[in-house]
Structures are given as C-alpha cells and as structure tokens.
C-alpha cells in the first residue's frame, strides 16, 4: 500500500526548465525502484525515466541529457528535472514506483500517481 503524489507541472516556454516532484506516503520501502512515464492526447504512456534504490539511472532517448531523475529515500520523495523543453515534452506525467530493480516497462510497476500536467509552449 503505496501512495504517490505528482506535483511541480505547469506551463513553460520551449527552452525552460520545471522540476517534478513525487512524494511516497503509506508503506514505503528503501528497496523500491521508482520511474517516470509520461503521456500525451491520444499516445500511448510512455517511459522517461527510472532510479533504483541504489540510485542507478536509466533514460528514455528522447530526454537523455536533458532530463535528470533523482531521489532522496529519507524524504520518500523522487524529483524529475526537466530542462531545455520542447513542445514535444507536453503530456501528463506520472510516477511511479515497483518493488527491486528498475524496468522501462510501465506494465511491471505496481503503484501509480495521479499524473502532473507539463505544457510546453512553441
């Protein structure tokens, strides 16, 4: 019984930076690997990025180098940056979070946010 919460999406112009935040409440584990997923009207949900729990890193292509996923276990919290934007970045974007190691597979995780609204304008 995980609960996670989204929060930091907003509106930007191409270009800018926004930082995303979820915070873990409920049961809660040091050993959960924790992603990023993101979907835009009419796609499918997408992966962007994950961290193990020993803070290994994977990334989608399309953000690589320009997106960093970080956490901090203590606060239960993962954060997202995002900088150097693009209007392709648009979507609602969720963590969420599964027990071991980290998977690019969305299928595999087992606790969902209810999604934060990023809105890059051209």
């Known amino acids: 019984q995980v609960q996670l919460a989204e929060s930091g999406g907003g509106l930007v112009q191409a270009g800018g930076s926004l930082r995303l935040s979820c915070a873990a409440s409920?049961?809660?584990?040091?050993?959960?690997?924790m992603g990023w997923f993101r979907q835009a009207p009419g796609k499918e949900r997408d992966f962007v990025a994950a961290i193990s729990w020993t803070k290994s890193t994977a990334y989608a292509d399309s953000v690589k180098g320009r997106f960093t996923i970080s956490r901090d276990s203590a606060k239960n919290m993962v954060y997202l940056q995002m900088n150097s934007l693009k209007p392709e970045d648009t979507a609602v974007y969720y963590c969420a979070a599964k027990m071991f190691s980290y998977s690019m597979n969305l299928n595999e995780y087992q606790y969902w946010g209810q999604g934060t609204q990023v809105t890059v304008s051209s």
């Open positions: 409920g049961r809660t584990a040091s050993n959960y690997a």
